[in-house]
């Protein structure tokens, strides 16, 4: 067979109506929500970094994978911050995750299948992901992988190629193993709503689906080990990357409680900016609803046993844990919504569920279940469509942030190059540790778009060397640490940044105070 016959005939056959449309939609939706990401150069405090190239952390960050990848990738192709290429390959890989996990939910409605979709895609997550382009599509990648192994596990040899998946994608980034659990949960619970299981089946296919995770585990660390070792490395102290999953069992009981306020109170606690908005939180509520709603309604019409309602009970138990897992795998650590992706399982599973409809569905029941069925359809669209607002307000005011830095920056080197006595052969220190300019404001900085990896302000010393050598191509010497804290004292009186006599050149150095 021809190539070309090949594909079409790929396409034709092995994708069926409901993959094609949800990948079409989803993408559709994706670029609604971020093609201003895509089209725009957005910089945040450490994509900035990145630029022109760079993957960001790797083996020190347990992110051993990335390094693999940029390794291979450099060296065959080069390895870049590109803004549209990173961006549409992000949106094409959330995609066809997309639909896989229609693949394995087997969901056959249309509009189930574009409302997945969309929950995957416009998530507060993505958002944050596109704020670091520099390594978005590894990220992208870490999700397809966290969703390709629930969908091989149960084939043959699929136990390994699923634990494969998952060490891989914890490789790239850690948090998407939560994510992994929920589907791995939700699939449970919505074979054993249909298929009637004991407590004896749950726990059976329940340790059936453990299995790879273990692995998936024990491959990653093993695999990180030998890095660190080979490396002669220590991991990062950074978001307690080195004492991930290390917690005192006394502490358990707290956390696991955290993880059930996550989620029984999204309707009122905020929670990682995935329900800033007023419409988020009632829609967390209704969504709540709905699932109470359906599950006793299914096991009431299915004369369901005890150990049946039991089942249920425990792996809806389960499933808020395993979503909001990170809190226990990382409990030292400051959580925002890029680390939160598994809780978008938590809006699907009201979708998954209403698979189920037909199974139950009778004449006399049929205005009941279409009624609940408007009111998930009606509340997951809105959900969907203010995250897409979200996600463009977000851009929007990370567009003028970018904007103002650099017009901040360039003013700077300005008046830099114009002080008495300046040589562009005198190497700069910039004394203090923050800018002290009540000038200088953000109008955006009142407003609900602030996701995480986004910062109102980038006017600091983290970001400074960068936005002035990639924008305005100003690069200079530094000075040593004792020079430093010398003319830290001479310079103890002068005025901050952008007052006169804040820059004056002191022993052939441009000073530049900037704050204390």
């Known amino acids: 067979m021809e190539p070309q016959e090949a594909i079409i005939s790929f396409f034709k056959n092995k994708i069926s109506l409901q993959q ?18 895509v089209t725009n150069v957005l910089h945040n405090y450490d994509d900035i970094r990145c630029t022109p190239g760079g993957a960001g952390a790797g083996v020190t960050s347990g992110r051993w994978m990335i390094g693999l990848i940029n390794g291979v990738w450099n060296k065959y192709w080069g390895v870049y911050n590109l803004t549209f290429f990173n961006g549409i390959v992000v949106l094409v890989l959330i995609s ?4 896989i996990v229609v693949r394995i939910f087997e969901v056959r409605k249309i509009v189930n299948c574009i409302l997945i979709g969309g929950v995957l895609i ?50 790239i980034y850690q948090a998407y193993l939560p994510l992994v659990i929920t589907l791995f949960i939700l699939l449970l619970l919505v074979e054993c709503i249909r298929n009637q299981w004991k407590i004896s089946n749950t726990i059976i296919n329940g340790i059936k689906a453990l299995i790879p995770i273990i692995l998936g585990l ?12 080979y490396y002669q490395i220590e991991l990062d102290k950074y978001q307690g990357i080195d004492s991930m999953g290390q917690f005192e069992l006394k502490t358990l009981p707290g ?37 109470l709603v359906f599950v006793i309604y299914s096991l009431y019409y299915r004369h369901a046993g005890i150990q049946n309602v039991l089942s249920v009970i425990l792996l809806g138990t389960f499933l808020i844990i395993g979503a909001n897992s990170i809190e226990i795998m990382c409990p030292g650590s400051s959580i925002y919504c890029l680390m939160v992706y598994s809780m978008a399982g938590l809006i699907c599973a009201p979708i998954l569920l209403s698979e189920l409809r037909a199974e139950i569905q009778n004449k006399v029941r049929e205005k009941f279940i279409n009624i609940w069925q408007w009111v998930l359809i009606l509340t997951v669209a809105c959900v969907i469509l203010n995250y897409a607002w979200q ?39 910039f004394i203090g540790e923050n800018y002290e300019d009540d000038s200088f404001s953000n109008s955006w900085q009142n407003t609900p778009f602030w996701y995480g990896g986004h910062t109102s302000i980038l006017i600091n010393r983290y970001s400074r060397d960068w936005f002035m050598s990639n924008y305005l191509g100003y690069t200079y010497e530094t000075v040593s640490d004792e020079m430093l804290q010398k003319l830290e004292v001479e310079t103890k009186d002068m005025p901050s940044y952008p007052d006169s006599g804040s820059i004056a050149v002191i022993d052939g150095v441009v000073v530049v105070k900037r704050g204390q």
């Open 391 to 429: 996600a463009n307000g977000n851009y929007m005011s990370s567009y003028y942030t970018t904007k103002q830095t650099v017009s901040y920056f360039q003013t700077l080197v300005t008046r830099i190059k114009s002080v008495e006595g300046y040589s562009d052969q005198y190497p700069v220190a």
């Open 122 to 171: 416009t998530f507060p997550s993505i958002t944050s992901m596109l704020f670091f382009t520099f390594t978005a599509p590894y990220y992208g990648l870490a999700i397809f992988l966290s969703v390709l192994a629930v969908a091989v596990y149960k084939k043959k040899y699929g136990v390994i190629v699923s634990a494969a998946c998952i060490a891989c994608s914890m490789g």
């Open 255 to 291: 956390l696991i409680k955290k993880c059930f306020r996550n989620t029984l109170f999204l309707f009122k606690e905020e929670y990682c900016s995935i329900n800033h908005t007023g419409v988020i939180k009632l829609g967390a509520l209704i969504l709540m609803i709905c699932i």
């Open 20 to 37: 094609k449309i949800t990948f079409i939609s989803t993408l559709i939706i994706g670029c609604i929500a971020h093609l201003f990401a």
């Open 218 to 229: 024990i491959a990653y660390f093993g695999i990180l080990k030998f890095f660190l070792y």
């Open 96 to 99: 066809v995750s997309a639909c």
